[in-house]
């Protein structure tokens, strides 16, 4: 699988508009690029550190509870930041700003944790597309995805995207039809068949064995043509 730039992006439901945009902005230290509507009454936030964007959902309907899935940790390399400081977002979400550099952390980095660390691994290189960089950690570019073994953390299944906590990655790709098509063909759980949103981008998910969302997103502005 191919990609458009050298970064993941991370996704989160909320309802909590005032409170996350506060901390994204004064307790992580990140600018608002702008704000997309998607519908449904769901404003999402865009918050850039490198090419990597913190997607803030924040929708006006009460959502469900987010059950404690695997994406456990997001960790953000902030310019200026000189030690590591673990944070915690208004829903309870953990949040880590690191020194540019720490770990090898650039943009943004993820904490996985998997039912099997050598399933997961495979599935990310074979299906997605990923780099296995070392033993548990993958790349995408410049992003880094940390799997650490773990009990499953939905044993009944996935849970639906929209509901508090966080929910995806996103990974860029010249044409989502095509993407979505060869994750299917890979071994992929289809999460949501590719749809067009305006003339912003064309999207589709699929699930990974652990039960997170994984957004293939053909955007215009990255790809340099209409979708």
């Known amino acids: ?11 989160l439901f909320s309802n909590r508009a005032e409170q996350q945009q506060q901390f994204w902005t004064e307790q992580v230290g990140l600018s608002l690029d702008h704000t997309l509507k998607l519908g449904g009454g769901v404003l999402q936030h865009r918050y850039q550190t490198d090419a990597a964007v913190m997607k803030v959902n924040v929708a006006r309907d009460p959502l469900p509870p987010g059950s404690d899935g695997p994406l456990q940790q997001v960790l953000v390399a902030c310019s200026g930041c000189t ?41 990310y290189q074979q299906v997605l597309g990923l780099t296995l960089q070392a033993p548990g ?27 508090t906590g966080l929910r995806y990655l996103t990974l860029q790709v010249p044409d989502c039809d095509a993407a979505y098509a060869q994750a299917i063909a890979a071994g992929a759980t289809s999460g949501r068949a590719p749809v067009t949103l305006g003339s912003t981008a064309r999207i589709a998910f699929v699930i990974d ?8 997103s053909e955007r215009a502005s990255l790809t340099g043509k209409a979708v």
């Not at 699988?1 to 996704?11: C, I, L, N, T, Y």
């Not at 829903?91 to 904490?111: F, K, M």
């Open 209 to 216: 064995p652990d039960g997170l969302w994984i957004e293939l």
């Open 137 to 163: 950690v993958l790349t995408c570019g410049q992003g880094l995805v940390f799997l650490q073994q773990g009990q499953p953390a939905n044993p009944s299944g996935p849970t639906p995207l929209a509901a």
């Open 1 to 11: 699988m191919a990609f458009v730039k050298p970064f993941f992006d991370v996704g």
């Open 83 to 123: 030690s590591v400081e673990s944070l915690r977002d208004p829903d309870g979400n953990r949040i880590t700003r690191v020194p540019p550099g720490h770990r090898g952390i650039q943009g943004l980095a993820v904490e996985l944790q998997v039912a099997d660390v050598a399933a997961s691994s495979a599935y």
